[in-house]
T-cell receptor, first 118, second 117 residues
């Protein structure tokens, strides 16, 4: 069975600091998809990134970057020069390939509550 | 594109009553929709997978007689919480898969906050 672990329950940093959110996953499938979502207080999930298991390239998008390492089953997320608006709960999630095609529903980690202090 | 709506956004009901939550894909046809539940300050848990025209597949521990899911069309799935109790109070989020944009793409609705008094 798949599992996603986000060991950091809460992180608090001062604005402009860099911060890394850790994500470790478990799956027996060779084909799977990894995601990061942001959940502000409103509750709506904001999609940040998707990665498939065959693409280990790291990605940078503005102040956000992601480090995918299959050797350690990790998919970490770094925010550079954090801002107060980055404050939210961040979820890492995993989806395995479905037997009937497509992908299964997501398995979410417990989330990391990120607090950026001004 | 790829917008998913949920209705209502917030509902309060009395214990013992049933409440229906709608999930609609507004600009695409969703062959598969997923329902998640999130208790306060907790993670999202997959409740069930709904395929258009067939019975929903429920995750272990989810009572299918309590959480009725109907996916009667390619743009609408409904979740009915029957005989709701205070412990059913939660944030319910649906997602829909657009097969034309890839097998892994899921688009989330804004969620429905259910409070059972």
């Amino acid at each position: 069975a798949q599992k996603v672990t986000q060991a950091q329950t809460e992180i608090s940093v001062v604005e402009k600091e860099d911060v890394t959110l850790d994500c470790v996953y478990e799956t027996r499938d060779t084909t799977y998809y990894l995601f990061w979502y942001k959940q502000p207080p409103s509750g709506e999930l904001v999609f940040l990134i998707r990665r498939n298991s065959f693409d280990e390239q790291n990605e940078i998008s503005g102040r956000y970057s992601w480090n995918f390492q299959k050797s350690t089953s990790s998919f970490n997320f770094t925010i550079t020069a954090s801002q107060v608006v980055d404050s939210a709960v961040y979820f890492c999630a995993l989806s395995e390939a479905a037997s009937r095609g497509g992908a299964d529903g997501l398995t979410f980690g417990k989330g990391t509550h990120l607090i950026i202090q001004p | 594109g790829a917008v998913v709506s949920q209705h209502p956004s917030r509902v309060i009901c009395k214990s013992g009553t049933s409440v229906k939550i709608e999930c609609r894909s507004l600009d695409f046809q969703a062959t598969t929709m997923f329902w998640y539940r999130q208790f306060p300050k907790q993670s999202l848990m997959l409740m069930a997978t709904s395929n258009e025209g067939s019975k929903a597949t429920y995750e272990q521990g989810v009572e299918k007689d309590k959480f009725l899911i109907n996916h009667a069309s390619l743009t609408l799935s409904t979740l009915t919480v029957t005989s709701a109790h205070p412990e059913d109070s939660s944030f319910y989020i649906c997602s829909a898969r657009d097969p034309t944009t890839g097998p892994y793409e899921q688009y989330f609705g804004p969620g429905t906050r259910l409070t059972v008094t």
